[in-house]
């Protein structure tokens, strides 16, 4: 029984050949905005020079917090756009492919508030050939992930809070095969900017990352979700990366984030780590 990891499999034999090597670390990037951004009043460029505390991030006091884990009564969280075929006895469908035929990179938060149309916005591990969540079945009910965005100023107020709900869809089979994943989307619930700070949170699934981990006869889905998050001021720019990783079994983990306590080992990723390694994956 054929194994689909065999693209990753020299990547993977190195990676555990060299066990110390922190290969999933995040880092904040931190810069200076331009000094002629057109993006600030005069007014807000003035009182940067008298107040420099008020429109500086504490990057020490910056953090995402998992809040709560739970089970979605329905998937209502998100408007799947799909529309199945009417001859579905005329489709080709090739399980062992896994494609993502929903968005690719998308916004979260933009201009400090949710982006428009963001029920509508989400990803997919289907079979290839499938083009509806309705030709599959056997769907568990929705899995929910919601997190806490916090950052402070310098004076110690809170400038960044912002509540998000990670939700996604599992289980899925094709006539009784498979486990596979629809309606991987990231929902914000709250979004608070202080006055003098821009807040902006994109998503972005890599068909890079898109895989099957299980075998071509009763594929397992799996993929990979980059948030990337932006605060700024008219005095600094700081951003940050939060990568995590699912499966059509359920599982979720955050594997690569700025805030990551332990520093991850290729040995310790189970079937992520072949999806794994440099950043240029994405």
């Known amino acids: 029984m054929k194994l ?52 500086t991030l504490n990057n020490d006091s910056i953090k995402v917090t998992l809040l709560s884990v739970g089970d979605e009564p329905d998937t209502n969280y998100v408007k ?7 001859d579905l006895a005329g489709i080709v469908v090739t399980i062992e492919k896994i494609v993502n035929i929903a968005s690719k990179v998308w916004d979260i938060v933009k201009d400090n508030a949710a ?8 990803a997919t591990a289907y079979p290839e050939g499938v083009t509806s969540a309705t030709q599959l079945a056997g769907w568990s009910r929705p899995k929910s992930y919601t997190y806490g965005f916090y ?15 990670f939700s996604y869809t599992y289980n899925g089979a094709y006539k009784g095969k498979g486990k596979f994943l629809t309606g991987v989307a ?14 902006t949170m994109t998503a ?17 889905a799996a993929l990979q979700m980059k948030l990337n998050w932006k605060m700024a001021t008219v005095l600094k720019v700081v951003e940050g990366t939060s990568v995590y990783y699912l499966e059509g079994t359920g599982y979720f983990e955050e594997i690569a984030s700025p805030w990551t306590k332990k520093e991850k080992q290729a040995a310790d990723l189970k079937s992520a780590a072949p999806l794994l390694g440099p950043s240029s994956v994405f």
């Open 4 to 55: 689909y990891l065999s693209s990753f499999s020299v990547l993977f034999t190195l990676l555990l050949a060299l066990p110390q090597v922190n290969v999933f670390a995040q880092e904040l990037v931190e810069r200076q905005t331009p000094a002629d951004s057109p993006d600030y009043t005069p007014s807000e460029k003035e009182l940067a020079r008298t107040y420099p505390g008020y429109f």
């Open 80 to 86: 799947l756009q799909e529309t199945p075929p009417k």
């Open 115 to 122: 982006a428009v149309n963001i029920d509508t916005k989400y």
């Open 151 to 165: 950052a402070e100023n310098l004076y110690g107020s809170v400038m960044i809070d912002c509540k998000y709900k």
């Open 186 to 199: 990231v929902i914000p619930s709250k979004v608070t900017a202080g006055w003098g700070y821009k807040f």
């Open 204 to 220: 972005a699934v890599p068909d890079s990352t898109i895989a099957n981990v299980g075998t071509d006869t009763d594929p397992v």
